[in-house]
Nanobody
Framework: VQLVESGGGLVQAGGSLRLSCAAS????????MGWYRQAPGKQRELVAV???????NYADSVKGRFTITRDNAKNTVDLQMNSLKPEDTAVYYC?????????????????WGKGTLVTVSS
């Protein structure tokens, strides 16, 4: 699975950005798709995720401001970010989880995009 992100950039506090991620390759095995972010000096953290059954999950820090939209037919996942804050500044990574089921065991494989930088100025 290959993931390509787009849409990062510089925006003032209170502004909006939309991130997009397109998946290619063995997309039929993708279960969940979502977005993570990593700020300088911090660990990578979950921002939002959408599963194949339509459920979504958000970090508390972005609830009410960010919206994740997944299009299973197009194998894309978008992140609409509104009311951006300087603390949202980070590299945002697209993530896809592929569930593998074998006779011996089941396991998940994580795939990552290269990341796109979002900078929110105060």
């Amino acid at each position: 699975v290959q993931l390509v992100e787009s849409g990062g950039g510089l925006v003032q506090a209170g502004g909006s950005l939309r991130l997009s991620c397109a998946a290619s390759g063995s997309v039929s095995y993708i279960n969940a798709m979502g977005w993570y972010r990593q700020a300088p000096g911090k660990q990578r953290e979950l921002v939002a995720v959408g599963t194949s059954d339509g459920s979504t999950n958000y970090a508390d820090s972005v609830k009410g401001r960010f919206t994740i939209t997944r299009d299973n037919a197009k194998n894309t996942v978008d992140l609409q970010m509104n009311s951006l804050k300087p603390e949202d500044t980070a590299v945002y990574y697209c993530n896809a989880v592929v569930h593998v089921a074998t006779i011996e065991r089941n396991f998940d494989i994580d795939y990552w995009g290269k990341g796109t930088l979002v900078t929110v100025s105060s």
